[in-house]
């Protein structure tokens, strides 16, 4: 069983600091790795993807990519309210399927 | 980036009764997939909609509840069939460009359909 694995949270930061999401991943075949955010209510927005090992930085935006631990994560700097959500990490297998974590609920806190 | 406008945003149905959710992109993509979400959980990945052939379903999903339609490379149909309340829950449909050099695959979402059995 292929799965991909997120704390369900909730995590809780104060305005203006950095929040970290993790994420692991079960299947070594796995080739991209992708964050959405999600809103309530809404659908999933692509937020990241990456497929290299080490870091892709997009404006406050990090996603960091170790295959060796089979590990995922998201930083975001500078948090703000606004990026209240659950966020979902997903896998692409190596049957081109993607599969998604249970989401990571986030709260910032004005 | 290409945009899914998926119809219905919603629709309350009688059990029994099937609904057909409609996607339609505005540019060729590789690729289209249909999704599942029951409140508050993750997606589940129904099926892969494949451009004139029948869809991949995956475990726990069948062709005869779920029929699925992809007539060329913009627009894909999910059908509900025989509907029961416990096929309510949001369904979203999906789709991007792939490579197998690991390249972005499912970029974006449909607005999603929510569908209540009653």
């Known amino acids: 069983q292929k799965e991909v694995e997120q704390n369900s949270g909730p995590l809780s930061v104060p305005e203006g600091a950095i929040a970290s999401l993790n994420c692991t991943y079960s299947?070594?075949?796995?080739?991209?790795f992708f964050w959405y955010r999600q809103y309530s209510g809404k659908s999933p927005e692509l937020i990241m993807f990456i497929y290299s090992n080490g870091d892709k930085e997009d404006g406050r935006f990090t996603a960091q990519l170790n295959k060796a631990s089979q590990y995922v994560s998201l930083l975001i700097r500078d948090s703000q309210p606004s990026d209240s959500a659950t966020y979902l990490c997903?896998?692409?297998?190596?049957?081109?399927?993607?599969?998604f974590g249970a989401g990571t609920r986030l709260f910032v806190k004005a | 980036s290409a945009v899914i406008s998926q119809k219905p945003s919603r629709d309350i149905c009688q059990r029994g009764t099937s609904l057909t959710i409609q996607c339609q992109v505005d540019?060729?993509?590789?690729?289209m997939f249909w999704y599942r979400q029951q409140p508050g959980q993750s997606l589940t990945l129904i099926a892969t909609a494949n451009q004139g052939s029948e869809a991949t379903y995956e475990s726990g999903f069948v062709i005869d509840k779920f029929p699925i339609s992809r007539p060329n490379l913009t627009f894909s149909t999910l059908t509900v069939s025989n509907m029961s309340p416990e096929d309510s829950s949001i369904y979203l449909c999906?789709?991007?460009?792939?490579?197998?050099?690991?390249?972005?695959?499912?970029?974006?979402f449909g607005q999603g359909t929510r569908l209540t059995v009653v």
């Open positions: 540019s060729q993509v590789t690729m």
């Open positions: 999906s789709g991007g460009q792939g490579s197998l050099g690991g390249g972005v695959t499912e970029a974006f």
């Open positions: 997903a896998a692409l297998t190596g049957g081109f399927k993607t599969i």
């Open positions: 299947d070594r075949g796995s080739q991209s």
